[in-house]
């Protein structure tokens, strides 16, 4: 049978064999000499003993020391007798500590979880652990509507501007009517010099031989015709410009802009123009002066429209409201409609159709088809603007979540 021993220099445990019991043996990992109890040696020490009296000496020996003999030397086993191998086991592998990881955590217990609490006034939510997320619960990561929303928010207030000022250019659109309905029903509109309603020295209505000499209907239709249409213009512009503040990534800054610089040299053209033909000049340089200024009003106001219809459809694009195209292209096509029943049309009416004198009935048939014509433009016009106000109100109220 064999024994067990462990190595007093290096601690390690071994095995012996059983005839190499009660001799002195060598470890065979440090190669120190051992000496082995013997089998009753090792039964005796693992039984269990009672304590031991002290001894009581007799006092002529209590100051004699006790003599101690040496136990003789057993002899040294080999570790070919107790079957151990020459060469010295490899040492026993480190034990490694399990991985740790730091952002792991724990479920929590049961007792924790609660129903999902929900308040609609707060839009906030209070949710289980690895729940989805409230589309209510505020973030501190903007979207995209909410970084292009200032932007979007001037845009819509430069369209309102332009909104009125479509409103005061629809106004002369009734003008022509109204007076065809007073001659129609026998009254009679204001004549004779305009002197007695306005007069300016040196300018309008005064004695000095440069003056502008106006009349009553003359007034009346500066009053009616010209001041909503320079207003109109006024704010179109202005409106325009306040459009330019739109993104650059909707393609539209550029030209609204520029669309709004042209709006005021149409204004500028056409004030010029009006001054010119009616303001004397020496050599005849007013009516020269006027077909300049008259031209520069038509190639700006053409050229304004275009690109702010432009601007126009570049932003429903941006928006994603595909109808504003559509709402361009039709006041596109009523324009050049307007247009060409203005002029070819308005010759071949003329010289076959129209009679002379003019009666009375056709004078109001001719101005009804007039005003329905620039009213039908006018409100092609203002359905393609308050088609691109309703995308931005559409993004201004998904920007707000």
Known sequence: MSMTLSCPSCSKRFKIREESIGKRVRCPYCAETISTPTAEEKAIAGAPTAPIPPEVLPPSAA??????????????????????????APPAPVPMAPPSFPHATEPAPLSELSAPVFNRGSRTATQRPNAKPDRYAPSNTPTPEQLLAPQWSRVRAGLCWVLFGLFLLALPGFVGFAKAIAQRSGTELPQGPGNDWVSIPGYINSSEPNSV????PELLDAAA??????LGLLFMGLGRLLCGAAPRTSGAKGVFTFSGLFTFVALAGLLAGV????????GGKGIVWAAYAWTAFLIALVTAEFWFLTGLTASGVNLKRPGVARAVGFAAFIAMLCVTAATIGWAIYTEHYRTIPISND????????????????????????RGVRGAIAELLENARY
Do not use: F
């Open 63 to 88: 100051g004699l020391k006790p003599t101690i003999t040496p136990p003789a030397a057993a002899p040294v086993a080999s570790s070919v007798e107790w079957g151990a191998s020459d060469t010295p």
């Open 225 to 230: 015709y010209g001041l909503p249409v320079i």
């Open 275 to 282: 001054v010119c033909d009616r303001y004397p000049l020496e």
């Open 213 to 216: 000499v106006m009349t009553k």
């Open 362 to 385: 056709t004078r109001v048939y001719e101005q009804a088809a007039i005003m329905l014509g620039w009213l039908l433009l006018i409100g092609a016009y203002w359905r393609a603007v």
